[in-house]
């Protein structure tokens, strides 16, 4: 299947990308789908989305499937799904 992965903030400026398409198996865990695009774009895409042991995301990721917020440690990208949005926290005062 394909999807559509949107990007914003620091994801954003690091793919030089607001979109690409995906291809994926509808079974495809969310973490293995971040992985795949963290060694597609390197090191710093890995530092702001996986936990520096990479066997997990980083809370501070945020990412929404079809527009709902999304359980990072258990979703599966499910076969209906048409997009994923990647989002890096906001700091700021």
């Known amino acids: 299947m394909t999807i559509?992965?949107?990007y914003f903030g620091q994801l954003r400026v690091l793919t030089g990308k607001e979109e690409e398409r995906v291809?994926?198996?509808s079974d495809t865990r969310l973490f293995f789908?971040?992985?795949?695009l963290g060694e597609q774009y390197g090191q710093n895409f890995r530092l702001i989305t996986l936990n520096e042991d990479t066997s997990s995301l980083r809370a501070s990721l945020i990412i929404l499937m079809d527009g709902q917020a999304v359980d990072k440690a258990k979703s599966v990208v499910a076969k209906e799904t048409k997009e994923i949005s990647l989002f890096t926290a906001i700091?700021?005062?």
């Not at 789908?33 to 795949?36: E, P």
């Open 4 to 6: 559509t992965v949107r």
């Open 33 to 36: 789908l971040i992985c795949r």
């Open 91 to 93: 700091a700021g005062g």
């Open 23 to 25: 291809t994926c198996s």
